[in-house]
């Protein structure tokens, strides 16, 4: 974990806290490293910023990968779901793939 780059997004996170991308960011610093703190981050961007596509993809594995399956997979789904309402044919190809992985 790189604590620099986390103190700099913490304090993007501060100085903007209404850009999805800030909350992403450190989500994906803590993903590998602090996975309760980083489920915390993914569970608030995904409340905060519903609309903001790239979330659904890593948070549904991620949680798929914590052995939160049923949630993954709910996050997968509503992804692909808001994929195919932004008109988003390459990521609701891979949100449809990681779901059917899921399923098997």
């Given at each position: 974990?790189?604590?620099?780059?986390?103190?700099m997004l913490e304090q993007f996170l501060r100085d903007d806290p209404t850009d999805p991308f800030n909350l992403y960011a450190l989500a994906l610093e803590f993903?590998?490293?602090?996975?309760k703190?980083?489920?915390e981050l993914?569970?608030?961007?995904?409340?905060?910023?519903p609309a903001y596509l790239p979330t659904y993809?890593?948070?549904?594995?991620?949680?798929?990968?914590?052995?939160?399956i049923e949630k993954g997979l709910d996050i997968l789904r509503?992804?692909?779901?808001?994929?195919l309402e932004q008109k988003d044919k390459s990521a609701a190809r891979e949100l449809k793939s990681a779901i059917e992985?899921?399923?098997d």
């Open positions: 974990m790189n604590t620099d780059r986390i103190k993903k590998t490293q602090d996975s703190k980083a489920q993914f569970n608030q961007l995904l409340e905060q910023h993809y890593i948070a549904g594995n991620f949680f798929a990968d914590q052995s939160h509503k992804g692909f779901t808001l994929a992985s899921l399923e």
